[in-house]
């Protein structure tokens, strides 16, 4: 079983910076696809980030230019750094990787909360 444990949430102001941390139980040699994802109480869960094991990235418009979804494989830790936030970046950020570790895996993080203040 893969185990993912996010770090780095917190308040912050409007226009201002924080990187979240998924650090995983799995060797990233193994993972397909890495991603963060949001999620605002009440409403659905939506793709904030991913990138491939070959490197390719794809963003939500929302934050394009102001996020950077980016791996230290050697850690097996994903980041997600933040700039420019805004209040409506205010949701719980989940990490997400799907591989295959003896059999295919679709893993979640427990969730970080991000609040940026106006």
């Known amino acids: 079983q893969v185990h993912l444990v996010e770090s780095g949430g917190g308040l912050v102001e409007a226009g201002g910076s924080l990187r979240l941390s998924c650090a995983a139980s799995?060797?990233?040699?193994?993972?397909?696809?890495m991603g963060w994802y949001r999620q605002v109480s009440g409403k659905q869960r939506e793709l904030v980030a991913t990138?491939?094991?070959?490197?390719?990235?794809n963003y939500a418009d929302s934050v394009k230019g102001r996020f950077t979804i980016s791996s230290d494989n050697a850690k097996n830790t994903v980041f997600l750094q933040m700039n420019s936030l805004k209040p409506e970046d205010t949701a719980a950020y989940y990490c997400?990787?799907?591989?295959?570790?003896?059999?295919?895996?679709?893993?979640w993080g427990q969730g970080t909360q991000v609040t940026v203040s106006s």
């Open positions: 990138m491939t094991n070959g490197g390719s990235t």
């Open positions: 997400n990787l799907q591989g295959t570790l003896n059999k295919k895996f679709d893993a």
């Open positions: 799995v060797a990233f040699f193994r993972v397909n696809v």
